[in-house]
């Protein structure tokens, strides 16, 4: 299942230029659903530290579920962990670090292509001879 919201329930946050280049599609829908207004987020509207692999309402499996019934949450954890786009906590709780989302600028906002869909699964890559 793959989170889409309408124009009237935008999100308050995007994720940035991090995100989108070094996370797989699945952490990425993972990364929009976290961000996005369907229940993962705090009273003031910032990503809320999810407890981590276990399967209760608001975890971090929940959250990779609702994002996507097909991936992993133990796989998706350990990409975001290495890639440093998470970081887990004494208590057990995962905390989306802030240089994975920025504020969704309204007035300039552009059009929201999604990677996958302009790219496919397979980004263009460099050839040997691009600069």
Partial sequence: MSVNLSNSHRSRWQPTGLVTTLLSPGARQVIRCW????????E????RM???LINEPGTFTDLVRTANDN????????ELLRKGIV????S??????RSAYAPA???NAQPEADYDDT???HPPRRRFNDI
């Fill in 71 to 78: 991936l992993v949450p133990a796989v998706v954890l350990n």
């Fill in 87 to 90: 970081e887990t906590l004494e």
């Fill in 92 to 97: 057990g709780h995962i905390m989306l670090r």
């Fill in 44 to 47: 003031q509207h910032h990503p």
């Fill in 50 to 52: 999810l407890l981590s």
């Fill in 105 to 107: 600028n309204e007035l």
């Fill in 119 to 121: 790219f496919g699964l």
């Fill in 35 to 42: 961000l996005s207004p369907s229940g993962f987020l705090d």
